[in-house]
Protein backbone atom coordinates (compact mmCIF):
# COMPACT_ATOMS: atom_id res chain seq x y z
CA UNK A 1 0.00 0.00 0.00
CA UNK A 2 1.25 3.30 -0.76
CA UNK A 3 2.09 6.10 2.09
CA UNK A 4 -0.44 8.21 1.17
CA UNK A 5 -3.30 5.84 0.90
CA UNK A 6 -2.65 4.61 3.94
CA UNK A 7 -3.04 8.23 5.50
CA UNK A 8 -6.23 8.49 3.77
CA UNK A 9 -7.79 5.17 5.17
CA UNK A 10 -6.18 6.62 8.68
CA UNK A 11 -7.83 9.51 8.21
CA UNK A 12 -11.47 8.36 7.34
CA UNK A 13 -10.85 6.17 10.26
CA UNK A 14 -10.10 8.64 12.95
CA UNK A 15 -13.10 8.67 14.99
CA UNK A 16 -12.83 10.75 18.18
CA UNK A 17 -10.45 9.44 21.07
CA UNK A 18 -10.80 9.87 25.09
CA UNK A 19 -7.35 11.00 26.48
CA UNK A 20 -5.72 9.23 28.91
CA UNK A 21 -5.64 10.61 31.93
CA UNK A 22 -2.22 11.33 33.61
CA UNK A 23 -0.78 8.10 35.33
CA UNK A 24 -1.70 9.25 38.96
CA UNK A 25 -5.40 9.72 38.17
CA UNK A 26 -5.21 6.33 36.44
CA UNK A 27 -3.65 4.81 39.43
CA UNK A 28 -6.62 6.14 41.75
CA UNK A 29 -8.76 4.64 39.09
CA UNK A 30 -6.99 1.19 39.28
CA UNK A 31 -6.74 1.62 43.39
CA UNK A 32 -10.96 2.31 43.44
CA UNK A 33 -11.12 -1.15 41.72
CA UNK A 34 -8.58 -3.35 43.09
CA UNK A 35 -9.25 -2.45 46.73
CA UNK A 36 -12.62 -3.24 47.39
CA UNK A 37 -11.70 -6.71 46.43
CA UNK A 38 -8.77 -6.68 48.59
CA UNK A 39 -10.52 -5.10 51.71
CA UNK A 40 -13.37 -8.14 50.83
CA UNK A 41 -11.38 -10.88 50.86
CA UNK A 42 -9.47 -10.15 54.16
CA UNK A 43 -13.18 -9.54 55.71
CA UNK A 44 -13.90 -12.94 54.20
CA UNK A 45 -10.74 -14.81 55.09
CA UNK A 46 -9.94 -12.86 58.38
CA UNK A 47 -8.79 -15.48 61.27
CA UNK A 48 -9.67 -12.77 63.97
CA UNK A 49 -6.19 -12.08 65.00
CA UNK A 50 -6.97 -9.01 66.27
CA UNK A 51 -5.22 -6.06 64.28
CA UNK A 52 -4.40 -3.72 67.04
CA UNK A 53 -1.87 -6.18 68.48
CA UNK A 54 0.50 -5.58 65.40
CA UNK A 55 -0.49 -1.90 64.51
CA UNK A 56 2.16 -0.87 67.36
CA UNK A 57 4.45 -3.32 65.63
CA UNK A 58 7.42 -0.94 64.51
CA UNK A 59 8.71 -3.22 62.03
CA UNK A 60 5.24 -4.63 60.74
CA UNK A 61 3.75 -0.90 60.09
CA UNK A 62 7.23 -0.02 58.08
CA UNK A 63 7.25 -2.71 56.37
CA UNK A 64 3.34 -2.70 55.42
CA UNK A 65 4.11 0.86 54.38
CA UNK A 66 6.57 -0.18 52.12
CA UNK A 67 4.47 -2.66 50.27
CA UNK A 68 1.66 -0.77 49.75
CA UNK A 69 4.32 2.33 48.62
CA UNK A 70 5.70 -0.48 46.18
CA UNK A 71 1.93 -1.02 44.91
CA UNK A 72 1.07 2.47 44.11
CA UNK A 73 4.84 2.99 42.66
CA UNK A 74 5.19 0.28 40.35
CA UNK A 75 1.36 0.94 39.58
CA UNK A 76 2.41 4.98 38.54
CA UNK A 77 5.59 3.61 36.82
CA UNK A 78 3.54 0.99 35.00
CA UNK A 79 1.09 3.54 33.68
CA UNK A 80 3.78 5.88 33.23
CA UNK A 81 5.96 3.46 30.80
CA UNK A 82 2.86 3.28 27.91
CA UNK A 83 3.40 6.71 27.60
CA UNK A 84 5.26 8.00 24.50
CA UNK A 85 8.47 10.61 25.48
CA UNK A 86 7.86 10.38 28.96
CA UNK A 87 11.28 10.15 30.72
CA UNK A 88 12.25 6.51 31.67
CA UNK A 89 13.44 7.44 35.24
CA UNK A 90 10.33 7.43 36.82
CA UNK A 91 10.30 3.50 35.75
CA UNK A 92 12.87 2.70 38.82
CA UNK A 93 10.50 4.42 41.46
CA UNK A 94 9.37 0.77 42.52
CA UNK A 95 13.05 0.32 43.79
CA UNK A 96 13.42 2.85 46.68
CA UNK A 97 10.07 1.04 49.03
CA UNK A 98 11.46 -2.38 47.38
CA UNK A 99 14.37 -1.43 49.03
CA UNK A 100 13.30 -0.67 52.30
CA UNK A 101 10.72 -3.54 52.26
CA UNK A 102 13.69 -5.98 51.80
CA UNK A 103 16.22 -4.31 54.51
CA UNK A 104 13.35 -4.62 56.81
CA UNK A 105 12.88 -8.08 56.08
CA UNK A 106 16.42 -8.87 56.57
CA UNK A 107 16.55 -6.55 59.62
CA UNK A 108 13.89 -9.10 60.91
CA UNK A 109 15.50 -12.01 59.97
CA UNK A 110 18.74 -11.49 62.42
CA UNK A 111 16.74 -10.38 65.16
CA UNK A 112 14.73 -13.88 64.93
CA UNK A 113 18.49 -15.52 64.51
CA UNK A 114 19.55 -13.65 67.63
CA UNK A 115 16.64 -14.24 69.49
CA UNK A 116 15.24 -17.72 68.56
CA UNK A 117 18.68 -18.75 66.98
CA UNK A 118 18.88 -21.16 63.44
CA UNK A 119 14.84 -22.23 64.91
CA UNK A 120 14.30 -18.38 63.55
CA UNK A 121 15.33 -19.20 60.06
CA UNK A 122 13.77 -22.32 59.37
CA UNK A 123 11.28 -22.26 56.61
CA UNK A 124 7.98 -24.04 56.00
CA UNK A 125 5.37 -24.98 53.64
CA UNK A 126 2.53 -22.75 54.45
CA UNK A 127 -0.40 -22.67 51.53
CA UNK A 128 -2.92 -21.27 53.93
CA UNK A 129 -2.10 -18.03 51.95
CA UNK A 130 -2.65 -18.92 48.44
CA UNK A 131 -6.04 -19.07 47.99
CA UNK A 132 -6.92 -15.34 49.52
CA UNK A 133 -3.74 -14.17 47.14
CA UNK A 134 -5.10 -15.57 44.40
CA UNK A 135 -8.82 -14.29 45.05
CA UNK A 136 -7.34 -10.87 45.64
CA UNK A 137 -5.17 -10.98 42.45
CA UNK A 138 -7.62 -11.88 40.03
CA UNK A 139 -9.76 -8.29 39.18
CA UNK A 140 -6.75 -6.04 40.02
CA UNK A 141 -5.00 -8.15 37.42
CA UNK A 142 -7.16 -7.87 34.60
CA UNK A 143 -8.14 -4.30 35.56
CA UNK A 144 -4.17 -3.83 35.11
CA UNK A 145 -3.93 -5.42 31.98
CA UNK A 146 -7.46 -3.50 30.29
CA UNK A 147 -6.17 -0.56 31.43
CA UNK A 148 -2.42 -0.97 30.26
CA UNK A 149 -3.51 -1.96 27.21
CA UNK A 150 -4.78 1.34 26.06
CA UNK A 151 -1.42 2.64 26.12
CA UNK A 152 1.63 2.30 23.70
CA UNK A 153 3.46 -0.94 24.42
CA UNK A 154 6.86 0.89 24.38
CA UNK A 155 8.43 -1.25 26.99
CA UNK A 156 6.55 -4.23 27.34
CA UNK A 157 8.06 -6.17 29.29
CA UNK A 158 8.73 -3.35 31.90
CA UNK A 159 5.22 -2.47 31.70
CA UNK A 160 3.90 -5.89 32.52
CA UNK A 161 6.53 -6.37 35.45
CA UNK A 162 5.92 -3.18 36.82
CA UNK A 163 1.99 -3.75 36.48
CA UNK A 164 2.02 -7.20 38.26
CA UNK A 165 4.46 -6.16 40.65
CA UNK A 166 1.81 -3.60 41.65
CA UNK A 167 -1.09 -6.31 41.53
CA UNK A 168 1.51 -8.84 43.81
CA UNK A 169 2.29 -5.88 46.21
CA UNK A 170 -1.44 -5.04 46.76
CA UNK A 171 -2.06 -8.42 47.61
CA UNK A 172 0.64 -9.38 49.47
CA UNK A 173 -0.18 -5.73 51.72
CA UNK A 174 -3.87 -7.11 52.57
CA UNK A 175 -2.82 -10.46 53.00
CA UNK A 176 0.02 -9.97 55.99
CA UNK A 177 -3.22 -7.78 57.63
CA UNK A 178 -4.51 -11.42 58.35
CA UNK A 179 -1.42 -13.65 58.40
CA UNK A 180 -0.30 -12.48 60.92
CA UNK A 181 2.48 -13.69 63.23
CA UNK A 182 5.15 -14.88 60.60
CA UNK A 183 8.77 -15.00 61.31
CA UNK A 184 10.54 -12.42 58.68
CA UNK A 185 12.48 -15.92 56.93
CA UNK A 186 8.93 -16.70 56.02
CA UNK A 187 7.82 -13.13 54.56
CA UNK A 188 10.99 -13.05 52.85
CA UNK A 189 11.34 -16.26 50.79
CA UNK A 190 7.30 -16.90 50.32
CA UNK A 191 5.78 -13.11 50.37
CA UNK A 192 8.63 -11.42 49.23
CA UNK A 193 10.06 -14.23 46.88
CA UNK A 194 6.65 -14.58 45.49
CA UNK A 195 6.38 -10.79 44.65
CA UNK A 196 9.89 -11.43 42.88
CA UNK A 197 9.01 -14.21 41.07
CA UNK A 198 5.89 -12.87 39.37
CA UNK A 199 7.43 -9.74 38.40
CA UNK A 200 10.02 -12.23 36.36
CA UNK A 201 7.41 -14.39 34.72
CA UNK A 202 5.02 -10.80 33.44
CA UNK A 203 8.40 -9.56 32.29
CA UNK A 204 9.27 -12.88 30.41
CA UNK A 205 5.81 -12.82 28.83
CA UNK A 206 5.67 -8.72 28.10
CA UNK A 207 5.53 -9.14 24.99
CA UNK A 208 3.30 -11.55 24.40
CA UNK A 209 0.74 -9.87 26.22
CA UNK A 210 1.11 -6.21 25.40
CA UNK A 211 2.18 -5.72 21.87
CA UNK A 212 0.68 -2.92 18.68
CA UNK A 213 -2.13 -4.32 17.66
CA UNK A 214 -1.97 -3.37 13.52
CA UNK A 215 0.98 -5.48 13.92
CA UNK A 216 -1.17 -8.61 14.97
CA UNK A 217 -3.72 -7.64 12.53
CA UNK A 218 -1.51 -7.35 9.63
CA UNK A 219 0.16 -10.33 10.42
CA UNK A 220 -3.42 -11.84 10.34
CA UNK A 221 -4.57 -10.27 6.78
CA UNK B 1 4.21 15.98 38.37
CA UNK B 2 4.52 17.43 34.38
CA UNK B 3 5.65 14.76 31.80
CA UNK B 4 9.33 15.85 30.98
CA UNK B 5 9.18 18.53 28.72
CA UNK B 6 12.44 20.72 27.57
CA UNK B 7 14.61 17.99 28.35
CA UNK B 8 12.67 15.66 26.42
CA UNK B 9 12.18 18.09 23.38
CA UNK B 10 15.68 19.25 22.82
CA UNK B 11 16.80 15.61 22.91
CA UNK B 12 13.72 14.79 20.13
CA UNK B 13 13.72 17.31 17.91
CA UNK B 14 13.12 15.65 14.44
CA UNK B 15 16.06 16.06 12.27
CA UNK B 16 15.04 18.89 10.13
CA UNK B 17 15.23 21.48 12.32
CA UNK B 18 18.15 20.49 15.32
CA UNK B 19 19.94 22.89 17.79
CA UNK B 20 22.59 23.52 15.24
CA UNK B 21 26.05 25.65 16.29
CA UNK B 22 25.87 28.50 14.13
CA UNK B 23 24.67 31.39 13.69
CA UNK B 24 20.24 30.86 12.79
CA UNK B 25 20.02 28.27 15.97
CA UNK B 26 17.92 30.73 17.21
CA UNK B 27 15.53 30.88 14.15
CA UNK B 28 15.64 27.03 14.12
CA UNK B 29 14.13 26.77 17.41
CA UNK B 30 11.84 29.26 16.86
CA UNK B 31 10.58 27.34 13.71
CA UNK B 32 10.83 24.11 15.31
CA UNK B 33 8.62 25.52 18.33
CA UNK B 34 6.26 26.95 15.76
CA UNK B 35 6.23 23.78 13.94
CA UNK B 36 5.54 22.28 17.29
CA UNK B 37 2.98 24.40 18.07
CA UNK B 38 1.32 23.40 15.16
CA UNK B 39 1.19 19.81 14.91
CA UNK B 40 -0.12 19.84 18.66
CA UNK B 41 -3.01 21.94 17.26
CA UNK B 42 -3.38 19.81 14.34
CA UNK B 43 -3.50 16.37 16.82
CA UNK B 44 -5.71 18.17 19.21
CA UNK B 45 -8.56 18.28 16.27
CA UNK B 46 -7.41 15.03 15.46
CA UNK B 47 -8.15 13.54 18.87
CA UNK B 48 -11.50 15.17 18.26
CA UNK B 49 -11.97 13.81 15.63
CA UNK B 50 -11.70 16.18 12.60
CA UNK B 51 -10.89 14.31 9.48
CA UNK B 52 -9.52 16.55 7.20
CA UNK B 53 -6.97 17.75 10.31
CA UNK B 54 -5.70 14.36 10.66
CA UNK B 55 -5.06 13.91 7.61
CA UNK B 56 -2.93 17.30 7.39
CA UNK B 57 -0.70 16.32 10.58
CA UNK B 58 -0.07 12.62 9.51
CA UNK B 59 1.11 14.49 5.92
CA UNK B 60 3.02 17.05 7.69
CA UNK B 61 4.69 14.32 9.46
CA UNK B 62 5.67 11.91 7.13
CA UNK B 63 8.77 13.94 5.51
CA UNK B 64 10.04 14.42 9.07
CA UNK B 65 9.50 10.55 9.70
CA UNK B 66 11.30 9.41 6.64
CA UNK B 67 14.20 11.55 7.69
CA UNK B 68 14.13 10.29 10.89
CA UNK B 69 14.02 7.20 9.95
CA UNK B 70 16.62 7.42 7.38
CA UNK B 71 19.06 9.20 9.73
CA UNK B 72 19.01 6.18 12.42
CA UNK B 73 19.32 3.50 9.60
CA UNK B 74 21.01 4.74 6.70
CA UNK B 75 21.85 1.96 5.13
CA UNK B 76 18.16 0.40 4.16
CA UNK B 77 16.48 1.21 0.79
CA UNK B 78 13.94 3.46 0.28
CA UNK B 79 11.02 0.53 0.14
CA UNK B 80 12.21 -0.58 3.56
CA UNK B 81 11.98 3.05 4.78
CA UNK B 82 8.52 3.66 3.54
CA UNK B 83 7.08 0.24 5.33
CA UNK B 84 8.87 1.85 8.66
CA UNK B 85 7.06 5.01 8.00
CA UNK B 86 3.59 3.35 7.42
CA UNK B 87 4.42 1.50 10.51
CA UNK B 88 5.54 4.66 12.68
CA UNK B 89 2.04 5.80 11.15
CA UNK B 90 0.33 3.19 12.54
CA UNK B 91 1.66 2.83 15.85
CA UNK B 92 0.82 6.73 16.24
CA UNK B 93 -2.98 6.03 14.89
CA UNK B 94 -3.33 3.14 17.90
CA UNK B 95 -1.75 5.55 20.48
CA UNK B 96 -3.41 8.64 19.80
CA UNK B 97 -5.40 9.01 22.66
CA UNK B 98 -2.03 8.51 25.12
CA UNK B 99 -0.88 12.13 23.53
CA UNK B 100 -1.63 15.30 25.87
CA UNK B 101 -2.29 18.34 24.28
CA UNK B 102 -0.83 20.23 27.10
CA UNK B 103 2.84 18.40 26.41
CA UNK B 104 4.96 19.26 22.54
CA UNK B 105 3.81 17.15 20.46
CA UNK B 106 7.44 16.22 18.56
CA UNK B 107 8.97 14.12 21.35
CA UNK B 108 5.73 12.15 21.57
CA UNK B 109 6.04 11.43 17.89
CA UNK B 110 9.78 10.57 17.89
CA UNK B 111 9.33 8.45 21.24
CA UNK B 112 7.01 6.22 19.13
CA UNK B 113 9.11 6.40 15.85
CA UNK B 114 12.30 5.40 17.48
CA UNK B 115 10.38 2.14 19.41
CA UNK B 116 8.93 1.08 16.02
CA UNK B 117 12.87 1.30 13.89
CA UNK B 118 13.98 -0.49 16.73
CA UNK B 119 11.41 -2.90 16.45
CA UNK B 120 11.84 -2.90 12.93
CA UNK B 121 15.18 -3.98 13.15
CA UNK B 122 14.60 -6.63 16.11
CA UNK B 123 12.67 -8.23 13.51
CA UNK B 124 15.19 -7.90 10.80
CA UNK B 125 17.66 -9.62 13.17
CA UNK B 126 15.32 -12.31 13.96
CA UNK B 127 14.96 -13.02 10.44
CA UNK B 128 18.26 -12.87 9.29
CA UNK B 129 19.39 -15.19 12.10
CA UNK B 130 17.37 -18.04 10.29
CA UNK B 131 18.92 -17.43 6.83
CA UNK B 132 22.00 -18.39 5.22
CA UNK B 133 23.49 -16.27 2.47
CA UNK B 134 24.88 -17.78 -0.29
CA UNK B 135 26.13 -17.26 -3.84
CA UNK B 136 24.93 -20.52 -5.61
CA UNK B 137 22.71 -22.97 -3.88
CA UNK B 138 24.45 -26.04 -2.70
CA UNK B 139 24.01 -29.29 -4.54
CA UNK B 140 21.85 -32.13 -2.87
CA UNK B 141 23.21 -34.75 -4.93
CA UNK B 142 26.49 -34.81 -7.27
CA UNK B 143 23.99 -35.81 -10.07
CA UNK B 144 22.10 -33.71 -12.90
CA UNK B 145 19.35 -35.85 -12.85
CA UNK B 146 18.36 -35.36 -8.41
CA UNK B 147 18.59 -31.48 -8.53
CA UNK B 148 15.85 -30.61 -11.51
CA UNK B 149 13.37 -28.54 -10.11
CA UNK B 150 10.56 -29.81 -12.20
CA UNK B 151 9.86 -33.33 -13.25
CA UNK B 152 11.07 -34.29 -16.90
CA UNK B 153 9.15 -36.22 -18.92
CA UNK B 154 10.54 -38.56 -21.69
CA UNK B 155 8.12 -39.26 -25.15
CA UNK B 156 4.82 -41.24 -23.69
CA UNK B 157 5.13 -42.79 -27.26
CA UNK B 158 8.60 -44.30 -27.31
CA UNK B 159 7.61 -45.02 -23.58
CA UNK B 160 4.43 -47.15 -24.68
CA UNK B 161 6.44 -49.02 -27.91
CA UNK B 162 9.02 -49.97 -25.81
CA UNK B 163 6.49 -51.69 -23.30
CA UNK B 164 4.56 -53.07 -26.35
CA UNK B 165 8.36 -54.71 -26.95
CA UNK B 166 8.70 -56.72 -23.69
CA UNK B 167 7.71 -60.08 -23.16
CA UNK B 168 4.38 -60.78 -21.63
CA UNK B 169 5.34 -61.60 -18.08
CA UNK B 170 7.72 -58.34 -17.89
CA UNK B 171 5.19 -56.09 -19.11
CA UNK B 172 2.43 -57.28 -16.62
CA UNK B 173 4.84 -57.07 -13.80
CA UNK B 174 6.08 -53.43 -14.60
CA UNK B 175 2.25 -52.40 -14.75
CA UNK B 176 1.42 -53.95 -11.72
CA UNK B 177 4.67 -52.65 -9.52
CA UNK B 178 5.49 -49.79 -11.52
CA UNK B 179 2.23 -48.32 -13.12
CA UNK B 180 -0.38 -49.36 -10.86
CA UNK B 181 2.08 -48.93 -8.20
CA UNK B 182 1.23 -52.32 -6.40
CA UNK B 183 2.34 -54.11 -3.50
CA UNK B 184 4.48 -57.08 -4.24
CA UNK B 185 2.39 -59.61 -2.03
CA UNK B 186 -0.59 -57.62 -4.10
CA UNK B 187 0.87 -58.34 -7.58
CA UNK B 188 1.70 -62.16 -6.64
CA UNK B 189 -1.78 -62.41 -5.25
CA UNK B 190 -3.20 -60.71 -8.97
CA UNK B 191 -0.45 -62.78 -11.11
CA UNK B 192 -0.48 -65.93 -9.82
CA UNK B 193 3.55 -65.77 -9.75
CA UNK B 194 5.60 -65.80 -6.54
CA UNK B 195 6.80 -62.90 -5.80
CA UNK B 196 10.74 -63.38 -6.86
CA UNK B 197 9.75 -64.28 -10.31
CA UNK B 198 8.19 -60.33 -10.00
CA UNK B 199 11.32 -59.17 -8.96
CA UNK B 200 13.24 -60.69 -11.07
CA UNK B 201 10.68 -59.64 -14.18
CA UNK B 202 10.69 -56.07 -12.64
CA UNK B 203 14.22 -55.68 -13.51
CA UNK B 204 14.71 -57.45 -16.54
CA UNK B 205 11.75 -55.49 -17.63
CA UNK B 206 13.29 -52.28 -16.63
CA UNK B 207 16.63 -53.17 -17.69
CA UNK B 208 14.98 -53.87 -21.10
CA UNK B 209 13.19 -50.35 -21.60
CA UNK B 210 16.66 -48.08 -20.68
CA UNK B 211 17.55 -49.92 -23.57
CA UNK B 212 15.16 -49.60 -25.95
CA UNK B 213 14.50 -46.31 -24.86
CA UNK B 214 18.69 -45.53 -25.18
CA UNK B 215 19.43 -44.27 -21.11
CA UNK B 216 21.42 -47.64 -20.56
Redesign the interface.
Known amino acids: ?E?ND???R???????????P?P?VRVVIWLAISAPVVLAVMVLMSSGVPLLLVLFDRQFLIEETAILATALTAAFAAFWS??????RKFLLLPLVPLAVWLTSLGEGCVRDWFSVGVDGLQLRLDGDCVVPAALMAIIPTAAMLVMLR???P?VPRATLALGVLAVAALGNFGLRLFHLGDVSVMVLFWHFGSVLLLSLIAASLGRSVLH????VR?ART | MRLGRPAAARKLTPPTIGYSVDESSEQDVDESSEQDQRLVRLMRSAQAGETAAYAQLLNEIIPLLRRAVRRQRAFLQPPDVEDLVQDILLSLHEARATYDPGRPFLPWLMAIARNRVADGARRYMRRSANEVVVDKLPETFPGDDPNTPGEVFGDPEALRLAMKGLPRGQRDAIEMLKLREMSLKEAAVTSGASIAALKVAVHRGMHALRKSLGKA
Open positions: MTLVALAVDAAPVRRLSAVIPGAERGALWRHRL
